[in-house]
């Protein structure tokens, strides 16, 4: 790496000191002012809700304490369904998603059926709504009667994997489309064959192009299984849905909503993270 | 027997017949060294060769097996040539180490400690032993381009394409690199390659093939062509080179 924070092995000059020190002064002044409009303008925004004539009625059936505390555990217990449900999704998506990307990445008449299968499968799943998929997977498949009985988490799960498979194999694709040709040229030379170029040349150098990109993905799953619950799958949402119709009280709902981002905040501060990361790794020029 | 026979070869991108029947044969433990203009058909007749473009016409005998025959696996035959580029074309994603053995590993079946030793044994002789575990981007340009020598050498190619190996690199990074095609000439490797460095061509072939217009126009001994070229197009070519 470029920049390296490792202590010199020089002692700085009085020009570099003075200019270090201007520089601190000058970040120091940007710093103070920052947290001070942050501050009057959280404040405004404040005041002017507070006064709204609305605001208590908003603020007791949203924000009683009461009631949301009473309805964190079993928000909880949905909400541990929801990452159980996350978790199996993410695999089958990296499987199926993989699978559907090398598919349309084949070449030559041969495969012609098979690529158009999976051009016409990613070009479907991703111009419908999750929400119908759901409603389909969940209450078309079933119906066929020839499935065995699948609890509503099993046919959400198939809902999720279906949909977001096309999603992550168009990101895998265009990964795949980023490495050179002469990356792929240089394996056959070698005597690879296609697979094998493909899985140990193409694929890995592809996937991190796209890693931001996929992390994206990752993080609006982490929220989209929150719809599993109009299967009647009792996760976070559903939880909350029968706290609010108990309670006739919407607490429920904004601790949920508080939960779902709780969960998926480590992520998208590691993809932010590690975009940052990954553009500093691929620029010289780190002061403009 | 030759090791490469070359017959009657052609290759046509769109209307623009690039090889017009090209013949070439190379015997084993011979050095060849391809010069001509820039577009003269070099590396296409190289990539032919490889199996990386395919002909429209003749013939690729490679010991006797005619590699251009459809039913010939193609990935085999390239796994029997060793192929360097001009832009080293190592795999970034994989240490040094990964990417020389490579090809031992999953192509020829040789087993990671034998393919790895093997491995370290080439770059220690050539003073790389300390890389091994670096990935590309942290070597110089002429430790790349020997490292990708060591990969295509590894499992003892029975010919070894080398393609202007050494135009990517700043000259005070040539001549290491064309210090370890000297060892590969000396240790018997039978060597096709394309070249601008005319001195060392000189030097190192032992036979000289002239291109121009997708043929071969003369060949010779280095003295032979550079000394007395008997075509116009080779005296015409050599007096631009060493203006
Ligand atoms: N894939 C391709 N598609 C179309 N034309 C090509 C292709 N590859 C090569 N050519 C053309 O074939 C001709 C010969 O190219 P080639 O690269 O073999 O020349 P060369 O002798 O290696 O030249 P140089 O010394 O510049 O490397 C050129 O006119 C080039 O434009
Ligand atoms: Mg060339």
Redesign the interface.
Known sequence: MSTSTSRPSWRPSELELSRRDVRRRATGRSVLIGIVSTIAFAAIVGLLVVNTPGWESVKASFFDFEVGAASVPSILVGLWLNIQVLFISAIGVAIFGTLLAVTRSLRGPVFFPLRAAATIYTDLFRGMPLLIVLYLVGFGLPALDIFPRMPAMFWGTIALILTYSAYVAEVLRAGMEAVHPSQRMAARSLGLSHAKTLRIVVIPQGVRKVVPALMNDFVSMQKDVGLISILGAVDAVRAAQIQVAQSYNFTPYVIAALLFVAMSWPMIRLTDWLTARLAKREQIGGVV | MSVLDVRGVRKQFDDHEVLRGVDLSIDKHEVVVLIGASGSGKSTLLRTI?L?ERVDDGQIVLNGDDITDPGMNA??A????G?V?Q?F?????LRVIDNIT??AR???GMSKADATARAMELLVSLGLGDKARDYPDRLSGGQQQRVAII??VLTDPELLLLDEITSALDPQLVGEVLDLVRRLKTDGSTILMATHEMSFAREVADRIVFMQGGRIVEQGTPAQIFDSPQEPETVQFLSRVRH
């Open positions: 490889n990386i990935d085999s390239r796994s029997r040539i192929v580029f832009h074309n190592l795999f970034p994603h490579l090809a999953e192509v020829h990969r295509a």
